[in-house]
């Protein structure tokens, strides 16, 4: 079954430093998301993305955040100046988009540490 | 605006034994609704959802859940629960429009005794 794969795993970063997560949806969606969950906390709502822009996104994707998708299948998360509170569980999701009763299908997800 | 209540942060239950577990959403019309299930170190896995129409569905696992409109409620119920079902269970809701997002409750963790 295809899947939604995201890299890194987990990440390291300094506070201040700027942080790239990689997503790659499945193939033929076409609605893309980013989640996040901080430790212990419900999983949140960052962004969706669809024919290049965004479509919707929460009080939390701030001007430090950015999405893009570089090519046919990467779809990516930039946090341009790291903060301790970024800590958290990153997730993509992906959606077919082609009919309105077709689900959200997540990552694994990728831990994001900022040090 | 739109919410979903888990009232449990912990269930333990043994295993064979019977399983619900609560969801209570808020939302202006009829929401698309999702039980999703997290096992440590994994991702979100979609057990079930319902969309429209028999408001008993089936999902992977050999879970259900019941939509109930009148109690604004889509309980997760499994009638014997196996040690390997040990996980975060996340009601979520979603508007019938798509590509928009979902809201999560904050999720009832599941133990199982043997």
């Known amino acids: 079954e295809p899947e939604v794969t995201q890299t890194p795993s987990h990440q390291v970063t300094q506070m201040g430093q700027e942080v790239i997560l990689r997503c790659v949806p499945i193939s033929n969606h076409l609605y893309f998301y980013w989640y996040r969950q901080i430790l212990g906390q419900k999983v949140e709502f960052l962004v969706s993305f669809y024919n290049n822009e965004i479509s919707e996104k929460s009080e939390i994707f701030d001007d430090q955040f950015s999405v893009e998708r570089p090519d046919g299948s990467n779809f990516t998360l930039k946090i341009r100046s790291t903060k301790l509170e970024d800590s958290a569980m990153y997730f993509c999701?992906?959606?077919?988009?082609?009919?309105?009763?077709?689900?959200?299908?997540f990552g694994d997800g990728t831990r994001l540490s900022i040090l | 605006a739109q919410s979903v209540t888990q009232p449990d942060i912990h269930i333990t239950v043994s295993e064979g034994a019977s399983l619900e577990l609560r969801c209570n959403y808020s939302?202006?019309?009829?929401?698309?609704l999702f039980w999703y299930v997290q096992s440590p170190g994994q991702g979100l896995q979609l057990l079930l959802k319902y969309f429209s129409g028999d408001t008993l569905v089936q999902g992977i696992k050999g879970f259900e859940a019941e939509f109930k409109r009148s109690q604004s409620s889509f309980n997760l119920r499994k009638p014997s629960v196996h040690w390997s079902d040990a996980a975060e269970y996340f009601c979520?809701?979603?508007?019938?429009?798509?590509?928009?997002?979902?809201?999560f409750g904050a999720g009832t963790i599941l133990r199982v005794k043997s």
């Open positions: 939302y202006g019309a009829t929401p698309y």
């Open positions: 999701a992906s959606s077919d988009g082609r009919s309105s009763n077709q689900p959200q299908h």
């Open positions: 979520a809701v979603g508007p019938l429009e798509y590509g928009n997002k979902l809201v």
